[in-house]
């Protein structure tokens, strides 16, 4: 069993930059993508960004160019640096970490990110 545990979020102001991380523990195998999606109220659910073990990223459309992620296999942990933050970029993070070879996701118990003046 896999369990996440993600640091960071906060308040920011519109412009700004925040980190997120996010460390998994227990039986990891590769290959896997470990990554963030977002819930934001009146908005649907969406995938931020995304990398493999092998270091291949997907990001969603509206962080492109704004956000990095980046990951540290032999810590098992995932980075998300935001910046030029939006005040639609305010929802709930959430980690996760997909096995390929296992239907299960393990999630982390998502962390507030605010973007408001």
């Known amino acids: 069993q896999v369990q996440m545990e993600e640091f960071g979020g906060g308040l920011v102001q519109p412009g700004g930059s925040l980190s997120l991380s996010c460390t998994a523990s227990?039986?990891?195998?590769?290959?896997?993508?470990m990554g963030w999606v977002r819930q934001a109220p009146g908005k649907v659910r969406e995938l931020v960004a995304s990398i493999t073990n092998n270091g291949n990223r997907n990001y969603g459309e509206s962080v492109k160019g704004r956000f990095t992620i980046s990951r540290d296999n032999a810590k098992n942990t995932v980075y998300l640096q935001m910046k030029t933050l939006r005040p639609e970029d305010t929802a709930i993070y959430y980690c996760?970490?997909?096995?390929?070879?296992?239907?299960?996701?393990?999630w982390g118990q998502g962390t507030q990110v605010t973007v408001a003046s």
């Open positions: 227990g039986s990891i195998f590769p290959p896997n993508t």
């Open positions: 996760y970490l997909d096995q390929w070879k296992n239907e299960d996701y393990a």
